[in-house]
Each structure stands twice: as structure tokens, then as C-alpha cells.
């Protein structure tokens, strides 16, 4: 053996894994998911152990699945890369059937809701868009919590893989993305949820101020048509339309990726708090969404939006997209928390941590929280920084769209995290977690089978299966 050879042996992994072994085990795990889990190619966040129930953020009924993440899509995305890594035809027919069942839930206005009906009765309700029309029907597409967004993504990318071929899934992706684009208004920006093109002579391009006052009782107002970044919504948008226009080769879909990031150039709020709210009003001012969610400049969502910035830096080299960054980053760091941490709201103005008590009274104190909702975040502004001081420094002709990165090379982070997923598989080819059904007041089993860890287990060991060996 050369000096080469030992040395590649010795800083490899040692496997005491077959592929046959992983092969097999994923193939189990997605048989049984598929025909046990599934409905018509759907699926919903968790289901009980003994399959009896099914739930969303909602309840399922047995003809219901939902589409949020870790919903259907995200199911998609896990059986689209076990096809990857495998080339089994059944993983690829899985990709098909779950794509036809977004197919179906698509909404007229272009979208999704949160959930998908089956049932031809109840059906009726909704507009979707392969049904024959009808009055009265629900046709509100959303962009909250990633819900159209993610549906698309996996239906770019199942349309790829199908290579363009499936005539359903093609024109779906295709209606969804010119809907998205015709629902983003004039300022750049999008508001949560949509039932057909935004207004043009509404939500012009203009800059964030600051309202001279605000209401410190929950007004009720309509904020569906406000512009929002809540829950990551333009983060998830423009990633989407940055891939739709490498896939689809159109320009246009990169063209309003560009014009969300003038968006929030736009929407940097003024000095003292250079960062931004979580949703404008159409003066782009902060306005209040639910009860809970005041007028304010946010910790979360503003280091969403210095990342979309640093990525749309990224894919074109221009300085716009940095030049609102290190006010933000100087402004995120002097309002960490003593934790470490970020206040989910600030005061206008004051920069004072914002909370709410059970009853949602607005407060300064932390000590009577409402715990459905995370009203302090994770930081992660000194991570950021260092991306823009690397993308700062770096020659703008060498950024640009970076090309899919190749297979990653054995280690043994792959090699622990595909083990220990097949150890947890049972014998029924089941990945059963410690748990309760969270809608179902009356279920009494304290184990389920969750889409969540279906992804992560069924990703840990396609991962395995997909990396180069030494």
C-alpha cells in the first residue's frame, strides 16, 4: 500500500454501514409513509401511532392533507432526493404522486391555503383551479409560513426532474409563478395572502417612516393586503424565484427577486432603529397585524431580510444590496438582549423590548407571556457581519449564481446521522417519536408519526446513499 492510499484510509470513515443496508431501510420507511401516511399523495404534519388521527396546524379529517411545512411539499422534497441519490423508479413515482396532489389543491388566485381537500363534497367549498368554477367559493392563496412558497419550490423542481414532461405539474408551477409575480405590489414587496393581482395604484414605492402615533390597543384592523415580511415570507419568495428563473431560464422571475430586495432597501426603517417591521401599512409605515403583532421594528425578521440581502449581493454583484447592511447590523447588535438573544418587537422610537401579558396587553416586562407565540429570537447578527465583511471584500466578478454544489464526500457526521436514523426505524418501516396529537383534545397516545422527522431521517440517510466515497 503507497504512503496515499494509507493515508486515505486511515482519514476516511469507517463504514459499518452497507449501502444495501440504507437502501433498504429508506425504500421501507417510504413504502410504509406513502400507503399508511399518505392521502392521495398528501400528507399532514402528524399522524397517531395506531393512524386513527391526523393533523395539521389544524385538525384532518381522513380526507384532508396539509400544505405548510412540514406538510406536503416538504414531503415532496425528501422523496425527491431519495430519487436522487437512488434512481429507484419508486421514489420518482412518489415525486409524481405528490406533485399531482398540489396540483389539485391549487387555487385559482394561483396559490395555496393551508390545506387540501379531497373530498368531492367538500371540495365544492374551494376554488381550485382543476374543478369547474362556482359561486362562493374560498380562493385566497397565502404566503404565510412558507405555504405557496414551498408548494412551488417542490413543484419547479419535481417539473426539472419530470423533466418538463408532466403537463399537469408544468402548468401548475407555471400558473403559481405568474400568479406570485402579478401579486407582488408596486413597492416590491407582497402582502400575506392574495386572491388575484395587487392593485397598481396601491403600496407605491416609497420610504419607511415612522407613524407620529400608533394605537396601544389592538385595533382589528384588515393587514391581509399590508406588505409583510412575518415568517420569513420574502425570504422564502425570492429564493423561490431565484431557482424558478435558473430552471425556467426567465428573466422576469429574477427580475422581481431584484425588485423585493429594492423592497426592503426601501423599507430599512430611518435611524434610530435602521432595521424593519414585520409588516407596512400602504404609507409604509409599521402598522399592527394580530394582537399580538404591534407596530414595531423586529429582531427576527430583520435578519431575514440582511440575509435576502447578502444573497441578492451575491447573485448580482451590485452594492445596492449592501449599502443598508452595516447600519442594520450596528442597530441589531446594541439591541441584543442580555441573553444574547433578540426581542421578537421593539418600540418605535424608544428601541424598548415590546411583550404582551395572557390577556395582550401591550408590556416591558417578559414575566407574563403567552406561550404560543416566540416573543424573543436567536441572534445570529454576529454571523451575518462576517458574510458581509467576506462578500465586501471579494471581487464582484467572481460572485454571481454559484453553480449546484457536487456530492458531498463521506465524513462522519453523514455516516452517524444515516445510522442512527435506521436504528430508530421499526420493524413495520415506521419512525415513531414520544408525543400527543396537539388538535385532538380527546387522544390519549403519547407516541406519533410526524412528517418532521419522516424528512429528517428519510434526508440523513439519502445523504449516505448520494456521498462520494474516497
Known amino acids: 500500500m503507497n504512503l496515499l492510499a494509507a493515508f486515505l484510509l486511515l482519514s476516511s470513515p469507517q463504514e459499518d454501514l452497507s449501502r444495501e443496508q440504507a437502501a433498504q431501510a429508506l425504500r421501507r420507511a417510504v413504502d410504509f409513509f406513502r400507503a399508511k401516511a399518505g392521502v392521495q399523495g398528501g400528507y399532514a404534519w402528524r399522524v397517531s401511532e395506531d393512524l386513527s388521527l391526523r393533523e395539521g396546524e389544524g385538525k384532518c379529517t381522513a380526507t384532508m392533507v396539509w400544505v405548510q411545512p412540514p406538510g406536503t411539499p416538504a414531503v415532496g422534497l425528501a422523496f425527491l432526493e431519495a430519487w436522487e441519490a437512488t434512481k429507484d423508479p419508486a421514489y420518482l413515482e412518489a415525486v409524481r404522486e405528490t406533485a399531482r396532489a398540489l396540483v389539485r389543491g391549487q387555487l385559482r388566485s394561483g396559490g395555496w391555503t393551508y390545506s387540501i381537500e379531497f373530498d368531492p363534497g367538500a371540495r365544492k367549498k374551494f376554488a381550485y383551479r382543476v374543478e369547474p368554477e362556482g359561486p362562493r367559493r374560498f380562493d385566497t392563496s397565502t404566503l404565510d409560513d412558507d405555504t405557496t412558497q414551498a408548494a412551488l419550490l417542490f413543484l419547479v423542481r419535481a417539473d426539472r426532474t419530470l423533466e418538463f414532461k408532466d403537463e399537469a405539474v408544468h402548468g401548475a408551477a407555471e400558473y403559481g409563478l405568474s400568479a406570485l409575480l402579478k401579486a407582488q405590489h408596486p413597492c416590491g414587496g407582497w402582502p400575506q395572502r392574495f ?86 401599512d400602504a404609507e409604509m409605515r409599521p402598522a399592527w397585524a394580530r394582537k399580538f403583532e404591534p407596530p414595531a421594528v423586529t429582531g427576527g425578521e430583520s435578519q431575514g431580510a440582511l440575509r435576502v440581502l447578502l444573497r441578492l449581493y451575491r447573485e448580482t454583484g451590485e452594492k445596492r444590496f449592501l449599502e443598508p447592511v452595516p447600519r442594520a447590523i450596528g442597530y441589531l447588535r446594541a439591541s441584543r438582549l442580555a441573553d444574547g438573544r433578540a426581542a421578537r418587537f421593539y418600540e418605535l422610537r424608544t428601541n424598548k423590548p415590546l411583550y404582551f401579558t395572557r390577556e395582550y396587553a401591550l408590556t416591558y416586562a417578559d414575566d407574563d407571556l403567552p406561550t404560543h407565540y416566540g416573543f424573543k429570537t436567536g441572534c445570529t447578527v454576529d454571523r451575518i457581519a462576517e458574510e458581509f465583511e467576506r462578500l465586501k471584500a471579494a471581487d464582484p466578478a467572481t460572485l454571481g449564481t454559484a453553480e449546484k454544489p457536487g456530492r458531498a464526500k463521506l465524513n462522519d457526521r453523514i455516516l452517524k446521522d444515516a445510522r442512527e436514523a435506521i436504528a430508530a426505524l421499526d420493524a413495520e418501516g415506521r419512525w415513531v417519536t414520544p408525543g400527543r396529537m396537539k388538535t385532538h383534545e380527546d387522544a390519549t397516545a403519547e407516541r406519533v408519526i410526524e412528517s418532521s422527522a419522516f424528512i429528517r431521517n428519510a434526508r440523513a440517510i439519502s445523504r449516505y446513499l448520494a456521498a462520494e466515497r474516497p
Open 195 to 280: 386572491d388575484g393581482p395587487a392593485d397598481p395604484a396601491k403600496f407605491p414605492a416609497r420610504k419607511a417612516s415612522y407613524p407620529e402615533t400608533w394605537p396601544k390597543e389592538w385595533p382589528k384592523p384588515d393587514y391581509k393586503s399590508y406588505v409583510t415580511l412575518n415568517d420569513g415570507l420574502v425570504e422564502d419568495a425570492v429564493g423561490l424565484l431565484l431557482e424558478a428563473a435558473r430552471v425556467y431560464e426567465k428573466p422576469e422571475y429574477r427580475a422581481a427577486a431584484l425588485k423585493a430586495g429594492d423592497f426592503l432597501i426601501l423599507a430599512q426603517m430611518p435611524d434610530p432603529q435602521p432595521a424593519w417591521a414585520q409588516q407596512y
